[in-house]
């Protein structure tokens, strides 16, 4: 510690111990190295600011005779020797890929894990994500293939770590991307979505699929049980009818041939003021190191738990968790996973 002035009276002393004492518990609080920030356990809430040390770069290709644009996210700690992993995240209806970037804190983790991300801009603002509702849509499974060589043109891909996640209409879009893309993407994670009934009649994966979907118990627009998606379409959504999150749950489980009982964790309230709790149920011993994981947000709504950004409309999208941090989370089980 360092030395108290000897002309400082009794009161003096005991304020400057007291502040000395509290910048020593600051500095031995702050993370020691890269590395112990890299050993944090699956469920740790890290970084969850919208501050980036990066490049974004808004770029187009050309595909089906349609320009598509997209948002590359290029982190300044990225070593462009070596080959990156590549996350793709889908923005929900409406929505676009600037603007889900800002919402979810995916750059924060790329900086911090060294990926690329890029966040594609569908066709009007919506995908063609299976549902019968979407099917005059573009090509967007051929898409992605292109986005894929577009991109690994320009910088070095790790073509064994593609993966693939989404809310609500990227949701599901990613969810008909672990139907059809199996040989090309290795791990999915679906948010705020379960799989269309027209998508679930067809989906044929060629090999297991590693699935972790996080779905809100209360989701006003995705419902839980299943059914017609009313709401959404009321708001000038697509529309289309889904099957449950658990029965899309126990799909997976299935195509994937994960033996024994699941394990269901509850995770640590580790914030009590947000309403929510969660739940993770968990398969593990599944074909070819597969996974199967479903994170229930017990009170959350159709939003990404741990999001920086507030809601917008939080009265119709109902609660966001912020027990975990959604973006973490997702590439913590990614990159356990490779073609």
């Known amino acids: 510690m360092l030395p108290i002035p000897l002309f400082a009276n009794s009161l003096t002393r005991m304020i400057l111990i007291l502040a000395i004492h509290g910048f020593a518990m600051f500095f031995a609080c702050l993370p020691v190295s890269e590395y112990a920030r890299a050993e944090q356990p699956l469920y740790m809430n890290g970084d969850q600011s919208d501050q980036v040390e990066g490049t974004q770069i808004q770029g187009q290709l050309f595909h089906d005779g349609l320009k598509r644009t997209y948002l590359l996210y290029v982190p300044a700690t990225l070593d462009q020797s070596k080959a990156a992993p590549l996350v793709m995240v889908f923005h929900g209806g409406f929505g676009s890929g600037s603007r889900i970037a800002r919402h979810i804190g995916m750059n924060r983790v790329a900086d911090r894990e060294k990926f690329l991300v890029v966040y594609p801009d569908g066709v009007d603002s919506h995908w063609n994500d299976g549902r019968s509702t979407t099917a005059s849509g573009a090509d967007d499974v051929s898409f992605v293939l292109a986005l894929i060589k577009h991109i690994s043109a320009e910088y070095r891909i790790d073509q064994k770590r593609l993966y693939a996640t989404g809310i609500s209409n990227g949701g599901y879009l990613t969810q008909r991307l672990a139907c059809e893309l199996t040989d090309k993407i290795a791990a999915f994670a679906p948010v705020s979505s379960t799989m269309p009934v027209a998508l679930h009649a067809s989906c044929r994966p060629t090999k297991p699929v590693s699935m972790l ?15 017609e998606l009313t709401s959404g379409k009321r708001m000038g959504g697509k ?21 024994g009982e699941g394990v269901v964790t509850a995770l640590p309230d580790t914030d009590p003021d947000d309403g929510t709790r969660v739940d993770e149920s968990r398969y593990a011993d599944c074909k070819l190191g ?7 947000i017990e009170g959350g709504g159709h939003t990404w738990p741990g999001s920086p950004e507030k809601p917008r409309m939080k009265k119709r999208t109902g609660r966001t968790s912020y027990d975990i941090n959604a973006s973490q989370v997702i590439w913590n089980f990614f990159k356990q996973h490779h073609l």
């Open 213 to 227: 979907m996080i779905n809100g118990k209360d989701d006003p627009l995705v419902p839980w049980n299943g059914g």
């Open 239 to 259: 529309g289309g009818v889904v099957i449950s999150v658990p029965e899309t749950f126990e799909f997976w489980r299935a195509h994937d041939g994960c033996s």
């Open 290 to 296: 597969s996974e199967v994981i479903l994170l229930t």
